[in-house]
Structures are given as structure tokens and as C-alpha cells.
């Protein structure tokens, strides 16, 4: 039987300044972040892990079972699930649920024998297939309610770049020297991901509103990072890595403060969605290494440290293509989970 109300709480006190005026943050509060419950999709089932979760609670994620079979499901606020996601042209075995509106569009990808990925919106059950022109290969990672979404292409190389859609216009930007650039999430202020620098590792950014990339992201001390999503007060959740290999769990608010999050009894441990509510989608692995869904609810602002030395590095934004000629350094450049 897995723990439905474990709790996890550090108390301290935090003040977090603004960045360029726009980050304004609770002063002088405390904070914890608390498991709420656990879950797996049913089934046999070898991986749960849970992606984005909406404002009424919605999760959608990715579930592999015992034959490698890769699908994405929605775990609804009630409890219940949604039957296995598939693209209709997905012909590998290879299909995931990547972010949720609160309608319930679903966006994610799916993998072609080919050796290509491709992209879907799904609502109301139907696909819609979505491919950024000109690529051979896209990943969509973001959807917000206002319809901009995020996400990585490529051409047949597999050398990815971030994009963002903001009213049906397409802007891709790489970090400076990265290999690959993923962009999984936008707020108004704010789109996070990660890139892939020249040796294979993977270090969290942050692009603002001026257009300025903000990068290294990760706390002192961390070997990689990936930041996964935001909600709309600029909380940002994913996962940092350190030098005794062991993951973590991570809640960032910009510029530079981190706090470290990790599921009793785990060394593996991925927030990777948060709503305005503070509702945190992720998951952790048990001592056989299985990956198992929860929620997580973070109370107050939770007690921060700061971040590792950061680079800034304004953008010019670029139309879809050229693509970034560097070699590709990381396991094909998929995206992470």
C-alpha cells in the first residue's frame, strides 16, 4: 500500500527580490510543500510519470507497461483515469501526454518508424496533427489557456531548438553554445527549459519578457538541472541532480532561489507541473527503481537558497530556420521527462 498523506515540511523565513521589477514575491514568508497522495496508472505497468496538471486538478502524463509500450494518459481530479492515449499515426508504440488546458486539450508527441517525432493537440477527442514548418522533427512540451505553446524542432540532424507559438507566430531561440534547446513551458512573463551544453549536460533556463535568456539555472552544487513547468506566479518545479547521484526534486522563483524537495525514502525525485493553486504533479522511484506518480501541495512560499552563478544572455529572436549546426551530445536529443 503506498502513503497517501506523508508530509514534508521545513520551516524558514524568505525574502526573494524582484527581478527587473517583475517577480514580486511574498516577503518574509514560510512555506513547505506536503505529498497529497500517490497513484499509478492501472494496469501492469513498469512507469507512471506525470507531466502537467491543470487548475482543476487534471494530470496529464506518460505511462510505459511491461512491454516498453510508451502512452499517455490524463489522471482526472476524482481519481480516475482516461483509457491510454495514442496517436492515431503513431506506428512504434510510442505516444505522450505532455500538458493540459483546463478545457482539457491535451498536447504532446508520438514517434514514427521512420525515426521522426511529430506532435498532436487533442480535444474532445479528436487529433489534430501539429508539425512546425519546415521541421522533420516536433516535440510539443507547453499549452497555456490563452493558446501559446512551446516545444523543440528539428531538422532530420536531431540538433533541436526551443520554440514559443504566441498568436499563431512562431519564434525560435537557442541558448548560446548549447547542443539542444527545449522550451516545456510560458507564463506571461516567463518561458522555462533546459539545453544540453557542448559535454552532454543539462543545465535549467529561464527566458524573460525582454527576450533575455537566463542560464545556468540550478542550485549550488548541482551537476544538471531541468526545469519542467510554471504557473502564472512564477513558481517554477523540475529536478537537479548532484555529485552523489542522487535527483531531487526542485521549486524555483526567479532570479535565483531554490528549494529542495524530495519524496520520503527516494533518491529519485521530478516535480514537473504546478498550478496557480500550488498543486504539484511528479514522481519518484522506489527502491527497485520504478517510477510511481503523486501530488504534492506547496503551503506558503517554501524556504529558498540561492542559486549557482548565472549567465544572461539576450536573445534575437529567429524565424523558424536555420537550425543550430553544433553536433547533437544527448541521447538523440529527446526530450526529458
Not at 476524482?78 to 491510454?84: L, R, V, Y
Not at 514548418?133 to 531538422?155: K, R
Not at 552544487?221 to 531531487?248: C, D, E, I, P
Not at 516535480?271 to 522506489?286: E, K, T
Amino acid at each position: 500500500m503506498k502513503p497517501k498523506h506523508i508530509f514534508n515540511s521545513i520551516l524558514a523565513a524568505l525574502f526573494v527580490f524582484p527581478l527587473m521589477g517583475t517577480f514580486a514575491q511574498q516577503a518574509a514568508n514560510s512555506g513547505s510543500i506536503e505529498v497529497i497522495t500517490t497513484f499509478d496508472y492501472p494496469g501492469t505497468v513498469i512507469s507512471t510519470q506525470p507531466q502537467k496538471i491543470n487548475e482543476t486538478g487534471d494530470v496529464v502524463g506518460i505511462f510505459i507497461d511491461s512491454s516498453g509500450v510508451s502512452r499517455g494518459f490524463v489522471r482526472f481530479s476524482d481519481g480516475s483515469f482516461s483509457a491510454p492515449i495514442v496517436d492515431p499515426n503513431d506506428n512504434f508504440g510510442f505516444t505522450e501526454g505532455r500538458d493540459i488546458t483546463n478545457s482539457g486539450t491535451v498536447c504532446g508527441d508520438y514517434f514514427r518508424s521512420d525515426g521522426t517525432d511529430h506532435s498532436f493537440f487533442l480535444s474532445g477527442g479528436t487529433f489534430t496533427e501539429y508539425d512546425v514548418p519546415g521541421a522533420t522533427n516536433t516535440v510539443l512540451l507547453g499549452i497555456n489557456e490563452t493558446g501559446d505553446f512551446t516545444g523543440g524542432f528539428s531538422d532530420s540532424s536531431r540538433i533541436f531548438q526551443a520554440f514559443i507559438s504566441v498568436g499563431g507566430t512562431i519564434t525560435s531561440f537557442s541558448v548560446p553554445g548549447a547542443t539542444t534547446t527545449f522550451a516545456y513551458g510560458k507564463s506571461n512573463q516567463l518561458v522555462v527549459g533546459y539545453y544540453v551544453d557542448s559535454s552532454g549536460i543539462l543545465h535549467g533556463y529561464f527566458r524573460d519578457a525582454n527576450g533575455a535568456l537566463h542560464f545556468p539555472i540550478g542550485p549550488s552544487g548541482s551537476t544538471t538541472s531541468v526545469l519542467f513547468g510554471l504557473n502564472y506566479r512564477n513558481w517554477v518545479v523540475g529536478r537537479y541532480a548532484n555529485s552523489s547521484g542522487v535527483t531531487h526534486g526542485l521549486f524555483f522563483v526567479p532570479p535565483n532561489q531554490f528549494f529542495t524537495f524530495d519524496y520520503p525514502g527516494s533518491t529519485f525525485t521530478s516535480l514537473n507541473g504546478i498550478n496557480a493553486q500550488g498543486i504539484i504533479c511528479g514522481r519518484y522511484a522506489d527502491a527497485s527503481g520504478i517510477a510511481h506518480g503523486f501530488l504534492a501541495r506547496v503551503r506558503g512560499t517554501p524556504p529558498t537558497t540561492p542559486a549557482g552563478p548565472e549567465m544572461k544572455a539576450f536573445d534575437s529572436p529567429s524565424p523558424v530556420i536555420p537550425l543550430n549546426p553544433s553536433p547533437s551530445a544527448w541521447e538523440g536529443a529527446m526530450p526529458a521527462r
